[in-house]
């Protein structure tokens, strides 16, 4: 099993510009979540999903659409980049709804808005 | 809302004893875990307590206390290799989807 899988690794964009950020998980994980990590602020959630065709926000979904048509994919979509997305991105999946079932994360995206 | 709160930073020298701590404040408490993150790499499970009490593997100890909303991790016998941030994780039953919410994490410097 390769796991969460993210591409790509790196991205630079100027502002406004859109793209997605991939994320599949070859676990049959039903949980999957994109977080982003900046400096002393830990990882914040950005959007989530249950399951194929559920989607729902997390704490900071501003600027950002998910979707979920199969329980592989999981993209993040930047709508217009702004600098203040800088961040690093990670996509994490749960293989169920138990208590105890710890998040597994891919290897991120570093991304930069100029 | 929850707030989790664990130091910045901490140093230790190679062979000793460091212990971080993390409070927090939750309603809906359902399960602390611990998280390791290597520089430039994604985090990965250390630990899960959900009950008061120590939980050991091999070099790494949680410990849990919910009346106080305060765990720590123990890491004994430090290693180079255990130089990295570690995050601490809050679990909010009455949050959807599994929520976790996360500290700022505490980066530990080993020094030899």
């Known amino acids: 099993n390769a796991g969460v899988t993210q591409t790509p690794k790196f991205q630079v964009l100027k502002t406004g510009q859109s793209m997605t950020l991939q994320c599949a998980q070859d676990?049959?994980?039903?949980?999957m979540s994109w977080y982003r990590q900046d400096p002393g602020m830990g990882l914040r959630l950005i959007h989530y999903?249950?399951?194929?065709?559920?989607?729902d926000q997390g704490e900071v979904p501003n600027g950002y659409n998910v979707s979920r048509s199969t329980t592989e994919d999981f993209p993040l979509r930047l709508l217009s980049a702004a600098p203040s997305q800088t961040s690093v991105y990670f996509c994490a999946s749960i293989a169920d709804s138990s208590y105890n079932s710890p998040l597994h994360f891919g290897n991120g995206t570093r991304l930069t808005v100029t | 809302g929850q707030n989790i709160d664990q130091p910045t930073e901490m140093t230790a020298t190679e062979g000793a004893i460091v212990q971080i701590n993390c409070t927090y404040q939750?309603?809906?408490?359902?399960?602390l875990f611990w998280y390791q993150q290597h520089a430039g790499e994604a985090p990965t499970f250390l630990s899960y307590n959900v009950l008061d009490g120590l939980e050991e593997k091999g070099r790494f100890s949680s410990f849990l206390s919910r009346s106080k909303g305060y765990s720590y991790l123990l890491l004994k016998e430090l290693q180079m290799k255990d130089s990295a941030s570690y995050l601490c994780?809050?679990?909010?039953?009455?949050?959807?989807?599994?929520?976790?919410?996360f500290g700022g994490g505490t980066r530990v410097l080993v020094k030899p």
């Open positions: 939750t309603s809906g408490f359902n399960g």
């Open positions: 994780a809050v679990r909010d039953r009455r949050a959807a989807g599994n929520k976790l919410t």
């Open positions: 676990m049959n994980h039903e949980y």
């Open positions: 999903s249950v399951g194929a065709g559920i989607t």
